[in-house]
Nanobody, 114 residues
Framework: QVQLVESGGGLVQAGESLRLSCAAS????????FGWYRQAPGKQREFVAN???????NYADSVKGRFTISRDNAKNTVTLQMNSLKVEDTAVYYC????????WGQGTQVTVSS
């Protein structure tokens, strides 16, 4: 079992920044993919970004150039730095860990007001 705990959500105005963090604990493996997904009201959950254990990153087109994902393998943590936030970034953000199985965090609310 892997437990994921997210932190850092909140309410900001458009153009501002937020940083989300996720910590993994339990039976983590050294080879894995850490990622972030989000789900807005009435919409399906969508991919935001991920980072493999070797450091390669992937981003959704909608966040490229504004969001940066990073990880600390020693601490089993992943961070999503979100800059230039837009109203359409409003969603519940979920941490995702993919190794021998897929695990999800409980979600953290990000609200961007105009």
């Amino acid at each position: 079992q892997v437990q994921l705990v997210e932190s850092g959500g909140g309410l900001v105005q458009a153009g501002e920044s937020l940083r989300l963090s996720c910590a993994a604990s339990g039976s983590t493996s050294s080879i894995n993919v850490f990622g972030w997904y989000r789900q807005a009201p009435g919409k399906q959950r969508e991919f935001v970004a991920n980072i493999v254990s070797g450091g390669r990153t992937n981003y959704a087109d909608s966040v490229k150039g504004r969001f940066t994902i990073s990880r600390d393998n020693a601490k089993n943590t992943v961070t999503l730095q979100m800059n230039s936030l837009k109203v359409e970034d409003t969603a519940v953000y979920y941490c995702n860990w993919v190794g021998y199985r897929t695990y999800w965090g409980q979600g953290t609310q990000v609200t961007v007001s105009s």
